[in-house]
């Protein structure tokens, strides 16, 4: 089992930044890939950015690409989504999640996951 805590979010202007934290306890976090999805208010769920066990590997989103940096620290089982340039299309609230996998694997698609934090709520303002 791992354990996954989301924190960080909250209310940005249009163009503010944001810090997506997550943590990890349970299982050596190391072994698994994580990723970040969003929901927004009456939308299905969605892949945001995923990375490798290994940090080698990362996969965004077009619509966030160049905006978004995904990263993690392996030693204290986190895994941060930078989110930078915010618009009022990425309120959402952000899941974190972990899969088990290959060291260069980062999956974009959610069934690949087994583990899903509680979701932090992020609303930017226009």
């Known amino acids: 089992q791992v354990q996954l805590v989301e924190s960080g979010g909250g209310l940005v202007q249009t163009g503010g930044s944001l810090r997506l934290s997550c943590a990890a306890s349970?299982?050596?976090?190391?072994?698994?890939?994580a990723g970040w999805f969003r929901q927004a208010p009456g939308k299905e769920r969605e892949f945001v950015a995923a990375i490798s066990w290994s940090g080698d590997n990362r996969y965004y989103v077009d619509s966030v690409q160049g905006r978004f940096i995904i990263s993690r620290d392996n030693m204290k089982n986190t895994v941060d989504l930078q989110m930078n340039s915010l618009k009022p299309e990425d309120t959402a609230v952000y899941y974190c999640a972990a899969a088990p996998s290959p060291p260069l694997l980062a999956p974009i698609r959610e069934t690949e996951y087994d583990y899903w934090g509680q979701g932090t709520a992020v609303t930017v303002s226009s």
């Open positions: 349970g299982r050596t976090f190391r072994n698994y890939a």
